[in-house]
Each structure stands twice: as structure tokens, then as C-alpha cells.
């Protein structure tokens, strides 16, 4: 009995190597790059960027501050989709501006987040970035190795804070690359805040739009400018010019109280010019944790939320299709803070999921609909 034991231990191992051995990516594997602009590039407000890898074409559009030029550059909110059977993917980025942002990892600012289909859902797969050096540098990126062979469908998205000139996807030799049709329907511009570009987001694919889009297959367009969504006309233009079904607005977290009573009206009416009948939805701010001890915290977003409600009930009777939602980014123990303002994962899982519900329920009035993703 223990000799026959042994042997089929013995079976049993040499087996499993062999297994191993076969699903392992080769230790010297030569990657065949295509760029990512020509496969499949999702999320982006505006389709005719010279630069595929920029929301906004900073050339047509005027009025940017410096700071305003470079973020509509960035890429957050795109993604790129895919079908591949290699058993690894790699990424080579060339960028022309990289922020390191305090409370953002690194990550999130100049990384990469890969989904892949599983069951007919988008699952987490793995988020790399390399060194500011390295990445300076275009050192080749390995996210990920020893997956089988089968055709796997793919969703990578680029880093939220940083401009890309070049973005290539890495496949071994011989494997296939082929550009992956959307499974998101109909275009939802988002404008809003860095909460809507994804300050402080540990990876890409984490900002509440990005889930929000993962979770009812409906494709969000983000153009999130940390510190810069204060209804400006110029980001209006850009709006206007947007080929959408829908818009969201995270329009009252930048604004003090007196600036969203000024800009809500002519903000309303520039859109709507230029997209009559059209849902624009508006998201009343969040609370945010550094309030719980500051008074003048709690008193300046106080305001701004009171501002928010009052012009937002005015407003609503005034013009047809125009909506107000609330939101909450906050656990009942208040644990969901990066750094007193912006949320962390959980946090931004929160708001996505408030306001899902509402949203839908919107758009359902104008034939959208939400889509199993």
C-alpha cells in the first residue's frame, strides 16, 4: 500500500509540473506591440482629437487656463478594448506630462488597470505602473503573465492624471491582437470635479464613473478637471460640441455658494442650445470628512450644498429636462476619506451606487437604458 501510494504521489507531481510548466509564459517571451488607437478606444467626449490619447483638442478650443490646457490632455476615463489568447500582456507608454499628486497613487496618476470578461462580466485582472524614471524612460510594463490560451476579451484604462503621446499593448509573438467591439451603449458626458476625475482613486478604473459604466454597460464620457468644473463657458463650448444622449454634472463641488448662483442659469442655457431635449443631470456635492471638526469647512460646504438644493429646485421648474440627484461617497463609521476631501475605492463604490438607481430611472424616459455589461 505505501509503495502504490508513493507512486501515484509521485504521478501526481510530475503531473502538476507539467501543468505548470505548460501554463507559464515563456521566461524569454517577445512581445509584438500594436497601438492602442488602433484597436478600440472608449470614453472619450470628443472623437477628433489629433491626439488620441487628449478628451479636449486644446488647439480648437480657447479660454483654458494653463493648468485646465493640461487635464482635458489626460487620459482619465479612457479605455481601451481588446481581444487577445496571449498568455501575457505588456504596455509601452511614451508620455508628454506625468503628475504626482499627494493623496493619487502612482498607480492611478501614470498606471494601467486591465479587466478581463469572465462569465460575461467584467472582472479586476491587474493594475501596474512603473517608476517616474522608468516610465520617463518607456520601459516596457509586464501586467500580466501564465493566462491560458483561450481568446480573452479586455479592457485597459489609461492613467487618469498624465498625457500620453504613444500607448502600445504587448502581446507574445505569434498570439492574436484584434480590436474588441464596445458592449457599452449609448454616450453620457460626465463634467465635474476631481471627484469625477478620480483624485485619489488607488487605480484607473476606480472613479465612480468608471464604475458606474462597468456596472449598467452604460458608456460614460469623462471630462473630470480636478479643481476646474465651475460651469465655465468655455468648457460649455466643449459640451456643446459633444455628441451625447446625456449629461451628468458634478457641478457644485468647485463653485463657492455665490459662483453657483451666478453660472447655473447661463451654464442651463448654453447646453441646452446647443442639445434641446436631452436629459442634463445634475448631483447635488458630496459631504466631505474634513467637516466633521472644521467649522469653516462645514460652514463653506454647507453653503455650497444649501446653493446647490435652492437654484437646483428654482431651476427645475424654470426648464424641461433638467434633473437633480443626491449623492453619498460616506460609510456610516465615516471611514471612506483619503485625505478629508476625496473619497477612497469604497467611498467612490458608494457614490457610484447612489446614484445608479436615479439615474437610470431618468434615462429610462428617453429610451436609455441600462445594458447588462
Known amino acids: 500500500m505505501t509503495t502504490i501510494l508513493k507512486l501515484f504521489t509521485t504521478i501526481f507531481v510530475a503531473l502538476s509540473a507539467t501543468i505548470s510548466a505548460l501554463a507559464q509564459t515563456p521566461k524569454d517571451v517577445r512581445y509584438v506591440y500594436t497601438e492602442a488607437s488602433d484597436l478600440n478606444l472608449i470614453g472619450k467626449i470628443l472623437e477628433d482629437t489629433p491626439n488620441p490619447y487628449h478628451r479636449v483638442d486644446t488647439i480648437r ?7 485646465e490646457n493640461q487635464q482635458v490632455r489626460c487620459s482619465a476615463g479612457l479605455a481601451v478594448l481588446f481581444k487577445t489568447n496571449s498568455s501575457t500582456i505588456s504596455v509601452k507608454a511614451d508620455y508628454a506630462y506625468m503628475n504626482d499628486h499627494n493623496s493619487t497613487m502612482g498607480v492611478a496618476t501614470r498606471g494601467f488597470d486591465l479587466y478581463i470578461k469572465k462569465d460575461g462580466k467584467w472582472l479586476y485582472a491587474y493594475s501596474r505602473c512603473n517608476s517616474i524614471d522608468n516610465a520617463r524612460k518607456g520601459k516596457e510594463l509586464i501586467m500580466l503573465k501564465d493566462m491560458d490560451d483561450s481568446m480573452k476579451e479586455c479592457m485597459l484604462y489609461l492613467p487618469i492624471y498624465s498625457e500620453l503621446n504613444s500607448v502600445k499593448i504587448g502581446v507574445e509573438e505569434g498570439a492574436v491582437i484584434e480590436s474588441l467591439e464596445s458592449p457599452f451603449r449609448h454616450r453620457i458626458g460626465i463634467f465635474g470635479s476631481s471627484f469625477t476625475h478620480g483624485i485619489s482613486t488607488s487605480r484607473p478604473g476606480m472613479s465612480y464613473p468608471s464604475q458606474l459604466m462597468r456596472n449598467t ?22 459640451l456643446c460640441d459633444a455628441d451625447v444622449d ?62 446647490g438644493a435652492r437654484v437646483m429646485k428654482e431651476v427645475m421648474k424654470k426648464y424641461d429636462h433638467v434633473y437633480f440627484i443626491q449623492t453619498n461617497a460616506t460609510s456610516p463609521d465615516h471611514e471612506t476619506s483619503v485625505d478629508g476631501t476625496h473619497p477612497n475605492d469604497y467611498g467612490y463604490t458608494l457614490w457610484a451606487r447612489s446614484i445608479e438607481k436615479p439615474l437610470l430611472k431618468i434615462l429610462k424616459k428617453y429610451g436609455i437604458r441600462r445594458l447588462n455589461p
Open 246 to 307: 446625456a449629461f451628468i454634472f458634478d457641478a457644485f463641488s468647485n463653485p463657492d455658494a455665490q459662483m453657483i448662483e451666478e453660472r447655473i442659469v447661463p451654464f442651463i442655457e448654453q447646453v441646452q442650445a446647443a442639445h434641446p431635449g436631452i436629459p442634463l443631470i445634475f448631483q447635488q456635492t458630496i459631504y466631505i470628512e474634513s467637516r466633521n471638526f472644521s467649522r469653516s469647512k462645514d460652514a463653506d460646504w454647507g453653503a455650497k450644498q444649501e446653493a
Open 61 to 67: 478650443y480657447k479660454g483654458f487656463t494653463k493648468r
Open 217 to 238: 454597460g452604460l458608456q460614460i464620457l469623462n471630462l473630470g478637471c480636478s479643481g476646474n468644473c465651475k460651469m465655465q463657458p468655455y468648457f460649455g463650448d466643449v
